[in-house]
């Protein structure tokens, strides 16, 4: 498996522009998690799904923000519109549950680093 | 609330040092603990894990032990090497209803001088 796959890497943009985050899980993974990261606040977990269905979003910082899980192979964080203060890197992890050696164990992409000018 | 407290760094060590950083949790059951490393420009991996008291994690020379009578997750390697400077994250995590859901702590940077 290729791992958590994560787009673009690298995304600058304008205040104002809407930006679109994507992941791809792991196949056979039901669990997808979104986390932000910057110097201030560190690593803080935005929303997550289950089965595709969100659970929680409570971290999600206001309504500038959304995800969405169409299906289990795909994710979407969309900002708009953008503001400077949300630059951050942004990363997605998935998980399994059950009782294999990997089962409850987050595995992260290599997040998208997002410049709002 | 349940949170975890890392020592700060950056923690600065030669080649061959001893290493600790030291992790204290607050949580309101009993959860499992995790230690994550991430080298730059990279997401973060998962280094060693303990899910019950007085476990013990271990993953390329790094150890940790879980304490619930002190509520502490040290990590700890006896010789560092130049490829061990990361960003370190101490982490619990619930099983029930929440699985994987991670709370971090703040990070500790290690650098390590040849």
């Known amino acids: 498996d290729a791992g958590v796959i994560q787009s673009p890497r690298h995304e600058v943009t304008e205040m104002g522009q809407e930006v679109t985050l994507r992941c791809k899980p792991i196949?056979?993974?039901?669990?997808l998690f979104w986390y932000r990261q910057t110097m201030m606040r560190g690593l803080e977990l935005l929303i997550y799904?289950?089965?595709?269905?969100?659970?929680?979003d409570s971290g999600m910082p206001e309504d500038r923000f959304s995800a969405k899980m169409p299906n289990a192979s795909f994710s979407t964080l969309k900002i708009q519109p953008s503001e400077p203060r949300d630059s951050a890197v942004y990363f997605c992890?998935?998980?399994?549950?059950?009782?294999?050696?990997?089962?409850?164990?987050?595995?992260f992409g290599a997040g998208s680093r997002l410049t709002v000018l | 609330g349940d949170s975890v407290t890392q020592m700060e760094g950056p923690v600065t060590l030669s080649e061959e040092a001893c290493l600790t950083i030291?992790?204290?949790?607050?949580?309101?059951?009993?959860?499992?603990l995790f230690w994550y490393v991430q080298y730059p420009g990279e997401g973060l991996q998962l280094l060693l894990k303990?899910?019950?008291?007085?476990d013990k994690g271990s993953n390329k020379g790094f150890e940790a032990t879980y304490r619930k009578e002190t509520t502490s997750f040290h990590l700890e390697k006896g010789s560092v090497q130049v490829s061990d400077s990361a960003v370190y994250f101490c982490a619990l995590s619930f099983h029930s209803g929440n699985t994987g859901k991670l709370i971090f702590g703040q990070g500790t940077t290690l650098q390590v001088k040849p």
């Open positions: 799904f289950n089965n595709n269905v969100p659970i929680d």
């Open positions: 992890a998935s998980s399994s549950t059950g009782r294999g050696a990997g089962a409850n164990v987050l595995t």
């Open positions: 030291n992790c204290t949790y607050t949580a309101t059951g009993y959860p499992s």
């Open positions: 303990a899910t019950k008291a007085d």
């Open positions: 196949s056979g993974h039901d669990y």
